[in-house]
């Protein structure tokens, strides 16, 4: 009962943070920067924004796997305020040690380029810069702190920003 509990708080925190976090900044603000509306292409290369729905499709699902794995298998959110119980390794995590921060700027670098609006490529880059500086202020040293050798063994393992090809698998 006590398990179910939580698990019940991990998912709905989870929902919350996700409205709050992710859709904001990937749905809200390149909104209110575009309205959606297309531009000319980049480059004059109409074909290029299938990449950029490519890049939204690919990052949707993961964002959402992920904050679905922050809840059910951590235990928590991926708000620093009600953080996991657990270290999340499976997943898209046994690739990348950031899955949500790269899928939120996959999303939107994905609208930069579908709508043609060089605002977004410039927000994409503006947000994973500050997402890059919270990860080694503040996430990663906490992680350490949390988690110790558990962290210490999955960091060794599993790069910050470039996914492994090769899932990582825990001891």
Known sequence: MQRMSAVLGSVLGSALFFLVAPCVLAGLIPWSMTRWEFRPAFFGLEGARSVGVLLILVG????????????LQGLGTP???APTRNLVVTGLYRHV???????VVAIILGQAILFGDWRLVLFGV?????????????EEPTLR????????AYRANVRRWVPRLVPWRAP
């Open 97 to 103: 040690r950031n899955p949500i921060y790269l899928a």
């Open 126 to 138: 503006v947000l994973w810069l500050a997402f890059h500086l919270f990860v080694v202020a503040y």
């Open 60 to 71: 949707l699902p993961g964002l959402v796997d992920s904050f679905a794995r922050f809840a």
């Open 79 to 81: 708000a620093p305020v």
């Open 145 to 152: 702190d949390t988690f110790g050798s558990e962290y210490a």
